[in-house]
């Protein structure tokens, strides 16, 4: 299925929860804000959201410097 993934066109497989989409392109353990269509995903819930065709998934990483 394909969803937009910060704006881009990104295929996943059917069944894609959000924890999965995280490990697959480098997020997992990493400290992000995801919203799906505008709402915001808490993390408590990332392993039981499942994605749908089209959804809008927005993720936000926080960067250290200094």
């Known amino acids: ?3 937009l993934l910060n704006g881009t066109p990104h295929d996943c497989p059917a069944d894609t929860t959000l924890a999965g989409l995280l490990e697959a392109n480098g997020y997992a353990n990493r400290r ?3 919203e799906i269509n505008r709402q915001i995903i808490p993390r408590s819930q990332h392993a039981n959201t ?3 065709p089209a959804d809008q998934v927005e993720i936000v990483h926080a960067m250290g410097g200094g």
Request: no cysteine; glycine share 0%; hydrophobic share 65%.
């Open 32 to 34: 992000v804000a995801v």
């Open 50 to 52: 499942r994605l749908q």
């Open 1 to 3: 299925m394909q969803i």
